[in-house]
C-alpha cells in the first residue's frame, strides 16, 4: 500500500503559482477538491506574511528567489497569475529556470479555465478581452448551429408532437391554470422575446421570489417530472423556430433581472477594479434549450450560484464550437434519459460556497430566476 500511495504521489503534476491573487486562490481550492491528479507545491509572492491556503499551500519565498526555489521545488508546470505583469514578471528567471529545463509556463487564467470549464471572470481584464484573438463564436460555427437548431427543432416538435400533447393533459388535470408559462426574456444582443415552457408549479397566490428554492413547495407532482427530464422545455423548439433560440446557449435570464444582472455583474473584478459589461458578453450568442451552464452546474438559489453559473455561460461564449456544442447535447441526453444531475461532482459547487463574498447588494435583493 505505501509503494502505491509514493507512485501516485510521484505521478501527480507538481505545480508552482507566480502571484497571490484571487485566482491564486481559486486554483488551489478547485484542486484541492480534485485530489490524484495535481499538487501545488507552493507560492512565490513577495507577502511572505499572507494567511494560509487552502490545504496549507505554503508562500516559498520572494520573487527575487524564484530561480532557486524553481530548482528546489521541481515543478512540472509554472502558473503566472500576476496582478500586473508589466515590469514584473520575470521573463529571464523563467526563460533560464522554466523553458530552458522544459517545465512549462502558463497562464494561470487559461489553466483555471482548462481545469474548471469556466472562466476566471475575476482577473478578466479589460485589455484582455479587447485583445484577444477571438472571444466568442465563429460565423461559420454560428452559421452550422443554427442550421442544425432549426433542422432539429424541426423533427422535434414532429416527433414529439403526442408526448407534448399527453403532458398538456396531464398538466391540465393535476392542477388548474394554463398549460404554458410565458414570460420575457433577454436574447442575443439584449433584444426581448417571449420564452414558452410547460407550466411546472402552481400559480402563485402573491408575489414571491423567481428563485428555485423558494418556489418548490409550489411544483406539482407532474412539474417534478417535468423538471427531471427537462422535458418542460420541449415548447422552446418553437422558439428556436422562430430565431430566437438557439438548441446550445446559455440560458435567457428574465427581462426584468436584466437591470440587476448588468449592474452586479460590472462590479466582479478584484484583479484592476474595472467595470466589465460581462452580462453584455453573455449575450453575444443566441440562448439555448440547453447549455455548458446547465449540464455542469445545478438550479442558481441566490446571486453568488447564478454568477457561479455566468462563469460557465462566457468559458462556453469564448470557445463555442460544434466539439462544445457536442458535449452540451450528449450531457443534456443523459440527463434526459436518466434524470437531472450536474456533470461534475460537486466541487465546483463546494468551491463556489467556499469563496462566496458580499457583492454589496442590499438584503432584499430577491427577483431572479434559475433557469
Keep these: 500500500m505505501r509503494k502505491r500511495k509514493r507512485s501516485r504521489r510521484w505521478l501527480r503534476e507538481r505545480l508552482l503559482i507566480i502571484g497571490r491573487v484571487p485566482l491564486t486562490e481559486q486554483i488551489v ?52 497569475a500576476l496582478s500586473e505583469r508589466r515590469c514584473r514578471t520575470p521573463v529571464t528567471a523563467l526563460v533560464e529556470s522554466c ?68 403532458i398538456a393533459a396531464a398538466i391540465k388535470l393535476e ?63 418553437v422558439n428556436v423556430l422562430r430565431g430566437e433560440m438557439n438548441l446550445v446557449g446559455p440560458r435567457p435570464h428574465p427581462v426584468s433581472n436584466f437591470e440587476l444582472f448588468t449592474v452586479v455583474c460590472r462590479n466582479l473584478n478584484e484583479l484592476t477594479g474595472s467595470a466589465i459589461g460581462y452580462y453584455t458578453l453573455r449575450t453575444m450568442v443566441r440562448p439555448g434549450m440547453t447549455g455548458w451552464a446547465q449540464v455542469r452546474y445545478r438550479y442558481a438559489n441566490n446571486i453568488e450560484e447564478e454568477i457561479e453559473k455566468l462563469r460557465y455561460d462566457l468559458y462556453y461564449v469564448k470557445h463555442a464550437g460544434p466539439l462544445l456544442d457536442l458535449r452540451v447535447l450528449a450531457s443534456t441526453v443523459r440527463v434526459v434519459l436518466f434524470g437531472h444531475r450536474a456533470v461534475d461532482d460537486g466541487s465546483a459547487s463546494r468551491v463556489a460556497a467556499k469563496h462566496a463574498g458580499p457583492l454589496g447588494l442590499p438584503p432584499d435583493v430577491t427577483s431572479a430566476h434559475a433557469a
Design 99 to 166: 523553458v530552458a529545463r522544459g517545465i512549462i509556463v502558463e497562464d494561470a487564467a487559461s489553466f483555471y479555465e482548462r481545469l474548471t470549464g469556466k472562466l476566471a471572470i475575476e482577473s478578466l481584464t479589460p485589455t484582455s478581452l479587447v485583445f484577444s484573438r477571438r472571444f466568442g463564436p465563429s460565423r461559420g460555427h454560428q452559421l452550422i448551429a443554427r442550421v442544425v437548431s432549426l433542422a432539429i427543432a424541426f423533427v422535434g416538435v414532429v416527433a414529439c408532437a403526442p408526448l407534448m400533447a399527453l
Design 29 to 80: 481550492a478547485e484542486i484541492d477538491t480534485r485530489p490524484g491528479g495535481r499538487l501545488v507545491v507552493g507560492i512565490v509572492d513577495d507577502q511572505a506574511a499572507c494567511p494560509a491556503l487552502p490545504g496549507d499551500c505554503p508562500v516559498l519565498g520572494p520573487m527575487s528567489r524564484l530561480a532557486e526555489i524553481i530548482s528546489e521545488s521541481r515543478p512540472d508546470r509554472v502558473l503566472v
Design 175 to 237: 392542477s388548474d391554470g394554463p398549460i404554458l408559462f410565458v414570460q420575457p426574456r433577454v436574447g442575443a444582443g439584449g433584444r426581448p422575446f417571449t420564452l414558452m415552457k410547460f407550466r411546472t408549479m402552481r400559480t402563485a397566490g402573491q408575489h414571491t421570489s423567481e428563485w428555485e428554492y423558494d418556489n418548490r413547495d409550489r411544483v406539482t407532482r407532474v412539474g417534478r417530472w417535468l423538471r427531471a427530464f427537462r422535458l418542460d422545455e420541449l415548447p422552446q423548439f
